[in-house]
């Protein structure tokens, strides 16, 4: 089974700033990987497929770039809505397998 | 598009338990749907996902052999009847379409979740 790996697990950031997240396959999953945001209390929602395509609707504010086994997620210009765990996941193959989240904290 | 769960529920260990995901927006028959469960305060899980037609069916090593996941494409309806639960099956659970008719992989809408408690 592939395992995923995000860092950190927390994070603290302002109003403002831009935060990056990063995610590790235990094995090569090529681009076959997305990410979602949950807020508190709600489904996951998905952000990012195929390691760096944004969903519709989703604002360009998020980005995903890497390939292979190291991935990242980008997030500009905080607002108050983006404070939320984030959670990266795989599509390579069953067992689909996602990250344990990171939880993005207003500093 | 919109995915609504039946109402989860109590349980007791080794009971049985049936949940429903009526769904509407979208061509039902043509993509691919899922389960996904998030034990209170814990990560997402994937449970099990189901081809277009059913003839497809996948599940996680934690739940295969007890859980089997279903879909009705006359009535829009996905179903995932839990069999011999266990402490560890509580859970809010999702769920999710993907983005095509065998598997993606990919969830792009999920349903509200319904909370699952498996106690004695």
């Known amino acids: 089974d592939i395992q995923m790996t995000q860092s950190p697990s927390s994070l603290s950031a302002s109003i403002g700033d831009r935060v990056t997240i990063t995610c590790r396959a235990s094995q090569n999953i090529f681009s076959f990987l997305n990410w979602y945001q949950q807020r508190s209390g709600k489904a996951p929602k998905l952000l990012i497929y195929?390691?760096?395509n944004l969903q519709s609707g989703v604002p360009s504010k998020f980005s995903g770039s890497g390939s292979g086994t190291d991935f990242t997620l980008t997030i500009s210009s905080l607002q108050p809505e983006d404070f939320a765990t984030y959670y990266c996941?795989?599509?390579?193959?069953?067992?689909?397998?996602f990250g344990q989240g990171t939880k993005l904290e207003i500093k | 598009v919109q995915l609504v769960e039946s109402e989860g529920g109590l349980e007791q260990p080794g009971g049985s338990l049936r949940l429903s995901c009526a769904a509407s927006g979208f061509s039902f028959n043509t993509y691919a749907m899922s389960w996904v469960r998030q034990a209170p305060g814990k990560g997402v899980e994937w449970v099990s996902s189901i081809s277009d037609t059913g003839d497809g069916t996948y599940y996680a090593d934690s739940v295969k052999g007890r859980f089997t996941i279903s879909r009705d494409n006359s009535k829009n309806t996905l179903f995932l009847q839990m069999n011999s639960l266990r402490v560890e099956d509580t859970a809010i659970y999702y769920c999710a379409k993907e983005t095509n008719h065998y598997g993606s992989g990919i969830f792009d809408y999920w349903g509200q979740g319904v909370l699952v408690t498996v106690s004695s």
């Open positions: 996941q795989q599509s390579l193959t069953t067992p689909y397998s």
């Open positions: 195929a390691a760096s």
